[in-house]
């Protein structure tokens, strides 16, 4: 079994693990407001965490390209409030005429 699928089958396990001792632990109470606020802002967090590093990351070095200005002028996009449409065709849009034009 190689490294790989052996770390895969151990984080599934520490996974359910996890999410197994919670309810064993409160026992049906609910969890207090501050710590659902953190839960709630951890699936952000992770989401943006993915982007930054897919969009920032080649290979193993850092890289800054029509792709990275693509997500930024989507994301400037978002946050003034457009569609999840609008925003994901403006990031395509912007990552191809730059491509087009000749950035990597």
Do not use: C, N, Q
């Not at 490294?3 to 520490?14: R, S």
């Not at 997500?71 to 990552?95: P, Y």
């Amino acid at each position: 079994m190689s490294t790989i699928w052996v770390t895969i089958l151990g984080l599934t396990v520490a996974t359910a693990a996890v999410k197994a001792v919670g309810p064993v632990l409160l026992g049906g109470r609910d969890l207090p407001e501050r710590f659902t606020g953190v839960i709630a802002l951890m699936a952000p967090a992770l989401l943006t965490a993915l982007a930054v590093t897919s969009v920032l990351a080649d290979g193993d070095r850092w890289h800054a390209g029509a792709d990275t200005v693509g997500v930024a002028a989507a994301g400037v996009v978002a946050w003034r409030g457009a569609s999840v449409v609008t925003t994901l065709a403006v990031a395509v849009v912007v990552t191809a005429l730059l491509r087009l034009a000749g950035l990597p």
